[in-house]
């Protein structure tokens, strides 16, 4: 594993690079009118599928992913990380999280893209639409969370930790489409910035194999060092 380090880095770099420039191209073309009448056709889809019961659930998950409830189970992740994986890697995800939280808000008002207007919103909201808070923040909440978490598990606990957090991350990003509050424009963006922003601070961090070297010493070296200390 320790061998692939570098590979694993540069791979982080090109994923937080494409996620940016798809967030960056994206952000350009929902300011027009024509990706917002795509995005609408498609809220327009959702809302005719819209019950009762589904609608509670969409709420719940929303609040979820909320900076109200995502935020303090980030610090509670954090905590546990820090007790489970060590410092480095709790410290990795704190401040992936909170930074990827204040990256939100920026681009927000960089974009400065209104809210869906056509349809009833189930929700509240004040800020902007592009990209979406929630789909931004699940993804390193909760996903992100639930890899550094992973850590050190079996194939199997692995999968199943990293399913369950991108489960929930994509359940709590398609909640927004549901209650009318976002394009789908804009949670793809905020999905793609979240996950972005998480490669980027693994690449920051290291926390996948903290203070350990890049290449193993190779059998010759190990054999010399042996001889030498028989002689």
């Not at 990706?35 to 589904?54: E, H, K, P």
């Not at 991108?166 to 509050?181: E, K």
């Not at 793809?188 to 203070?211: I, K, M």
Request: with cysteine; hydrophobic share 50%; glycine share 10%.
């Amino acid at each position: 594993m320790p061998a692939r380090l570098p590979k694993f880095r540069a791979l982080s770099i090109a994923a937080t690079c494409l996620a940016f420039f798809v967030v960056g191209g994206l952000g350009r073309l929902a300011l027009g009118a024509r990706l917002t009448a795509w995005d609408q056709g498609i809220l327009d889809t959702i809302a005719a599928a819209r019950t009762s019961g589904l609608t509670a659930a969409m709420q719940a998950l929303s609040t979820i992913g909320g900076g109200e409830v995502a935020i303090p189970i980030g610090l509670l992740v954090t905590i546990l990380l820090d007790r489970k994986q060590g410092r480095q890697v709790a410290v990795c995800y704190g401040v992936t999280v909170l930074s990827g939280w204040a990256l939100n808000s920026i681009l927000k008002a960089w974009f400065q893209r209104p809210r869906p207007s056509l349809l009833a919103q189930l929700d509240s909201v004040a800020s902007y639409s592009y990209p979406s808070g929630h789909a931004m923040l699940a993804p390193l909440v909760f996903a992100f969370g639930a890899m550094l978490l992973a850590r050190g598990t079996s194939v199997v606990v692995t999968r199943l930790w990293w399913t369950a957090g991108w489960a929930l991350a994509l359940a709590i990003a398609f909640s927004r489409l549901y209650l009318a509050v976002h394009y789908p424009s804009d949670v793809f963006a905020g999905l793609a910035a979240g996950t972005g922003w998480a490669a980027l601070g693994v690449v920051v961090y290291s926390p996948l194999d903290p203070d350990r070297p890049t290449t193993e010493p190779s059998p010759k070296a190990g054999f010399t060092t042996g001889s030498s200390s028989l002689d």
